[in-house]
T-cell receptor, first 114, second 110 residues
Framework: GAVVSQHPSWVICKSGTSVKIECRSLDFQATTMFWYRQFPKQSLMLMAT?????????EQGVEKDKFLINHASLTLSTLTVTSAHPEDSSFYICSASRTGEKLFFGSGTQLSVL | EDKVVQSPLSLVVHEGDTVTLNCSYEVTNFRSLLWYKQEKKAPTFLFMLTSSGIEKKSGRLSSILDKKELFSILNITATQTGDSAVYLCAIQGGSEKLVFGKGTKLTVNP
C-alpha cells in the first residue's frame, strides 16, 4: 500500500491565488522530504529538500518566496504555491524515504492555474 | 553537478520485442541508481542498484549496473502493450535526493 500520501490530487485555481499541497508519510517518520515538479513531457525536476524543524533547501532557480515549504512534523510537509500564475501549472510530486530505503513517491498533484 | 542521460528518448516496438534502455550518469559519491516506470501520474519503483555486475530481475524486466563505465541498462523481454510508459533513471549521490534523467518513452504496439 501507499506509504506516502499527497493531497489534493488535482486543483484548479485562479491566477493570483495560493494553493497548498500536503505530503504525508503514512507509517514512518521522514526527517527529509523532497518536492519535485514535472512539466508535460519533461522529467522530474527537484525543487527543494524539506527538512523537519528547519528551513527548506531550494534548488537553483526555484523561488523560495513563491514556493513556501513547511515541514512542521516528522510526517507532514506542505508546499504552498503563492500568487500562482498560469506558468506555475504543472505536476507537483513529493517523496520521502524510510531510513536506508528507496524513495517513495506521493501520488502527485496536478495544478492548473487559470 | 550530478547528471543522468538516458537513451533513446523515445522508442516504438511491437509486442513480443525485447528492448534495452540506457542510462549513463555522472555523480559525486555514488549511493544508488534507480529505475522507475511512469505511466500517468506518480512513478512506480522498479529497481535499485548499488553494486556493479549484479543483475536484478523482476519478471520480464531486468537491470544491471556498471559502476566503472558509469551506466546502467534496463531490459524488457517479450514486451506487452502494458509496458508502454516513460521509464526514468535516477541517481542518488551524497545526499538522499534523486537526480532524474529525461526518461525514455516506450510505446509497445499490438
Amino acid at each position: 500500500g501507499a506509504v506516502v500520501s499527497q493531497h489534493p490530487s488535482w486543483v484548479i485555481c485562479k491566477s493570483g491565488t495560493s494553493v497548498k499541497i500536503e505530503c504525508r508519510s503514512l507509517d514512518f517518520q521522514a526527517t527529509t522530504m523532497f518536492w519535485y515538479r514535472q512539466f508535460p513531457k519533461q522529467s522530474l525536476m527537484l525543487m527543494a529538500t524539506s527538512n523537519e524543524g528547519s528551513k527548506a533547501t531550494y534548488e537553483q532557480g526555484v523561488e523560495k518566496d513563491k514556493f513556501l515549504i513547511n515541514h512542521a512534523s516528522l510526517t507532514l510537509s506542505t508546499l504552498t504555491v503563492t500568487s500562482a500564475h498560469p506558468e506555475d501549472s504543472s505536476f507537483y510530486i513529493c517523496s520521502a524515504s524510510r531510513t536506508g530505503e528507496k524513495l517513495f513517491f506521493g501520488s502527485g498533484t496536478q495544478l492548473s492555474v487559470l | 553537478e550530478d547528471k543522468v542521460v538516458q537513451s533513446p528518448l523515445s522508442l516504438v516496438v511491437h509486442e513480443g520485442d525485447t528492448v534495452t534502455l540506457n542510462c549513463s550518469y555522472e555523480v559525486t559519491n555514488f549511493r544508488s541508481l534507480l529505475w522507475y516506470k511512469q505511466e500517468k501520474k506518480a512513478p512506480t519503483f522498479l529497481f535499485m542498484l548499488t553494486s556493479s555486475g549484479i543483475e536484478k530481475k523482476s519478471g520480464r524486466l531486468s537491470s544491471i549496473l556498471d559502476k566503472k563505465e558509469l551506466f546502467s541498462i534496463l531490459n524488457i523481454t517479450a514486451t506487452q502493450t502494458g509496458d508502454s510508459a516513460v521509464y526514468l533513471c535516477a541517481i542518488q549521490g551524497g545526499s538522499e535526493k534523486l537526480v532524474f534523467g529525461k526518461g525514455t518513452k516506450l510505446t509497445v504496439n499490438p
